[in-house]
């Protein structure tokens, strides 16, 4: 089963940006493009959400409510998927989770799709 950490959480003001790592390590996969990619998040009070899904063939998916302002990117030679926020908002202030699925599931959102989760890092985004 994949293993998946998160970092790169932390405090920032509206306005500012923020990079997500995710290192994914498996001992039946040599890459994480063996997987469906993506990051989801979890605010207080609310139901977990997809916000951008990364597929092996290149296609990508972004929440509306991320689009234009987040970027999801892979460096494979180490195994590690990135999100790159910009243009923060209170609106962002979650825990944000590595997630990975099975290839065919690409690139849905739907939390229900994935089987394999870190354990998330915390964004917070003051006013």
């Known amino acids: 089963q994949v293993q998946l950490v998160e970092s790169g959480g932390g405090a920032v003001q509206a306005g500012g940006s923020l990079r997500l790592s995710c290192a994914a390590s498996?001992?039946?996969?040599?890459?994480?493009?063996?997987?469906?990619m993506g990051w989801f998040r979890q605010a207080p009070g609310k139901e977990r959400e997809g916000v951008a899904i990364?597929?092996?063939?290149?296609?990508?998916r972004y929440a509306e409510s991320v689009q234009g302002r987040f970027t999801i990117l892979a460096a494979n030679t180490n195994n590690t998927l990135y999100l790159q926020m910009n243009n923060l908002n209170p609106e962002d202030t979650a825990k944000y989770i590595c997630a990975a699925g099975s290839t065919w599931v690409c690139p849905t959102l739907e939390v229900e799709r994935y089987a394999h989760w870190g354990r998330g890092t915390q964004v917070t985004v003051s006013s």
């Open positions: 990364m597929a092996g063939d290149g296609r990508i």
């Open positions: 498996d001992n039946a996969y040599r890459s994480w493009s063996d997987y469906c």
